[in-house]
């Protein structure tokens, strides 16, 4: 059974820094294809950092552009999610989400850590 945990959601000011962690277990996580999500009550699931094939290519949303980045570890089966330069409207609760095969849907979801950004 595959279960996705994420951690280092927190509060923080605008400027401030932080990292995600999706530990995943149950999942082969070498050549994995994974991403992260966000979303704010009320408005929809928006997909911020994705990891989009076995070679590890990535794609991000433009707002996050230059301030975020994914990575994993293949030997702790941990997806990160470092975030510099927080805005206010990067506050979300911040979904981890994994493929069974890249190039299609996202089969696996985490519970959700939140990051609120304080101006």
């Known amino acids: 059974q595959v279960q996705l945990v994420e951690s280092g959601g927190d509060s923080v000011q605008a400027g401030g820094s932080l990292r995600l962690s999706c530990a995943a277990s149950?999942?082969?996580?070498?050549?994995?294809?994974m991403g992260w999500f966000r979303q704010t009550p009320g408005k929809e699931r928006e997909g911020v950092a994705h990891i989009i094939d076995r070679n590890g290519r990535t794609t991000y949303a433009d707002s996050v552009k230059g301030r975020f980045t994914i990575s994993k570890d293949n030997a702790k089966n941990t997806l990160y999610l470092q975030m510099s330069g927080l805005k206010p409207e990067d506050t979300a609760m911040y979904y981890c989400?994994?493929?069974?095969?890249?190039?299609?849907?996202?089969?696996?979801w985490g519970q959700g850590t939140q990051v609120t950004v304080s101006s």
């Open positions: 149950g999942y082969t996580f070498s050549g994995a294809c």
């Open positions: 989400a994994a493929r069974q095969r890249c190039g299609y849907e996202y089969n696996f």
